[in-house]
């Protein structure tokens, strides 16, 4: 699976940005998918999950609230809506992904659980 992250840009606070995740391959329908974030001189943390089916989701708690995750199986794509965006919200954003094992519900916040990893998006958000 090759995953390209696109969608990111400059913005101002408070305003939005749709994040795309575009994976290759037939069966990305199975893969579970994060997102995850590098701030400059910071690690990279978990943003948000959905699994295969979008039936289940997750969020970091400093986007619960203004972060949306979904996904669209026919195109192939996750998506990540960001509203209400933050200075602090300004990271390079990474999109990951990964047949979910039993483990996933419980370690969906953790990039051991991704094998595949796309390129970044720069998202920078200005006050």
């Known amino acids: 699976v090759q995953l390209q992250a696109s969608g990111g840009g400059l913005v101002q606070a408070g305003g939005s940005l749709r994040l795309s995740c575009a994976a290759s391959?037939?069966?990305?329908?199975?893969?579970?998918v994060g997102w995850f974030r590098q701030a400059p001189g910071k690690e990279r943390e978990f943003v948000s999950a959905?699994?295969?089916?979008?039936?289940?989701?997750y969020y970091a708690d400093s986007v619960k609230g203004r972060f949306t995750i979904s996904r669209d199986n026919t195109k192939n794509t996750v998506y990540l809506q960001m509203n209400s965006l933050k200075p602090e919200d300004t990271a390079v954003y990474y999109c990951a992904a990964d047949l979910p094992s039993s483990s996933w519900y419980r370690n969906a916040n953790l990039e051991r659980e991704y094998y595949y990893w796309g390129q970044g998006t720069q998202v920078t958000v200005s006050s």
């Open positions: 391959g037939r069966t990305f329908s199975s893969y579970a």
């Open positions: 959905i699994r295969w089916d979008g039936s289940t989701v």
